[in-house]
């Protein structure tokens, strides 16, 4: 509920977001992740995504991520 209530203020502002999800593969006791990009087609445009490995796969100490998102703000960041 709390993550529909910010991604509306999000998209009524025109506010980016950038959802760092390092720990997605990390939950306990029945506790599933929720991405606020899956929350509505609206809000996966609006929505960068940042991830990577070494969290999920115990690779501390490697720097290996990806960032995924709307093509056009994709391509701005490259």
Request: aromatic content about 8%.
């Given at each position: 509920e709390e993550?529909?209530?910010l991604g509306k203020v999000c998209l009524e502002q025109d506010i980016l977001i950038v959802s760092d999800e390092i720990y997605e593969?990390?939950?306990?006791e029945g506790s599933k992740h929720v991405?606020?990009?899956q929350l509505s087609p609206e809000l996966k445009e609006q929505t960068?995504?940042?991830n990577g490995v070494s969290k999920s796969h115990s690779m501390t100490g490697w720097r290996i991520g990806y960032a995924a998102g709307n093509d056009k703000i994709i391509k701005a960041m490259t």
């Open positions: 993550l529909v209530e593969k990390l939950v306990y991405s606020i990009a960068i995504i940042i």
